[in-house]
């Protein structure tokens, strides 16, 4: 992680991590204390979290959303988890264990839902039964499940893991295609709005390696895994776009992201179509939205509907990554 004899810019001890776009060598300590600060400006500066909200975190069992978690205890707020069960066979039996095990060894509580057991499908059967592919509607089903959790819990901030790697990725492909809606909901903060809670994410101003780097320094146990579906994803191929230039250009990433928030993103407020519009209530589950049927209970209908589909039936052979 860092030639040997490099010495931490502050304290001019060992170094652990060498961080290019910081220009800097780091030790553990020290380290630490620049994620801190770097979480703690980006939830002082979009105005993020408050001392007295009750706050949700949404845990995947990967780095990013164990991390997120962590160093919002560690800051002294008071956060519980959230961990959906995918059903994504031995991905998701293992991403729950490290939850599960995280939040046990702090005394912290897990709120756990299973699309299988609760819901009666899984994300393999639903994108074979809606012919999406999985992320879709995986996306359909954990944003449902999040806003429920939240919202059924009282819960007024739910936070996520996403890190400034996967929100340059998003910006990246957003803007490919100038797409002025997404591209207009980028941010960091989405404020509370009827039957949607306010969500949060307090690691854009930190990078993948950097969260990976804080859960080793402080003894956290995560999947390293990635989710077998990713494969083929189009923000993979972004997120390494995006590392070779700032190989060749460090602090890149940071500035594409960051600066978008501050000189772009101010001048397309107010063109998402989607915060304006009317929404009704889905006639069945109540939740917000613009038809009879919300897209998680049309997901879930078509879903329950089919057979049960293992995930190695909807891995291509060619895609399959274990
Ligand atoms: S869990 Fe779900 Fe991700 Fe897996 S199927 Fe795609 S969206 S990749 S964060
Ligand atoms: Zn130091
Ligand atoms: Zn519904």
């Not at 990635?226 to 083929?232: K, L, S, T, W, Y």
Request: with cysteine.
């Amino acid at each position: 992680m860092v030639a040997v004899g490099s010495k931490c810019r502050v304290c001019k001890g060992p170094a652990i991590i060498d961080l290019p776009r910081h220009n800097a060598h780091f030790c553990a300590d020290h380290f630490l204390e620049l994620c801190r600060r770097q979480v703690a400006k980006a939830i002082e500066k979009y105005d993020m979290i408050h001392p007295d909200d009750k706050v949700l975190v949404a845990v995947s069992g990967g780095k990013d959303s164990l991390a997120v978690w962590d160093l919002l205890i560690d800051l002294g707020y008071k956060a519980d988890g959230l961990y959906i069960g995918l059903g994504i066979g031995e991905y998701s039996e293992v991403s729950g264990q490290y939850a599960r095990a995280f939040a046990a060894e702090r005394g912290l509580r897990l709120i756990e839902v299973s699309l299988r057991d609760d819901y009666g499908y899984d994300i393999p059967t639903a994108s074979r039964a809606t012919r999406r592919v999985p992320c879709s509607a995986c996306g359909t089903s954990k944003r449902h499940l999040f806003d429920k959790a939240a919202l059924d819990g009282g819960y007024t901030v739910l936070v996520t893991g996403h890190n400034l790697d996967d929100e340059a990725a998003v910006l990246f492909g957003n803007t490919l295609r100038w797409d002025v809606e997404y591209l207009s909901r980028q941010l960091p903060v989405l404020p509370a709005r009827s039957g949607f809670p306010k969500k949060v994410k307090p690691l854009v101003r930190l990078t993948e390696r950097e969260m990976a780097a804080w859960c080793i320094v402080r003894g956290i146990d995560y999947l390293v895994d990635e989710c077998p579906m990713a494969a083929g994803n189009k923000h993979l191929a972004y997120k390494a776009t995006l590392n070779a230039i700032e190989q060749e250009s460090p602090g890149s990433k940071a500035s594409f992201y960051l600066n978008f928030l501050d000189n772009m993103a101010p001048l397309l407020a107010g063109r998402s179509a989607s915060a304006t519009d009317a929404l009704g209530t889905c006639t069945s589950c109540g939740a917000p939205t613009t038809s009879d049927l919300c897209a998680f209970c049309r997901t879930a209908a078509k879903a329950r509907a089919h057979e049960p589909v293992p995930v190695e039936l909807v891995l291509s052979k060619g895609r399959r990554r274990r």
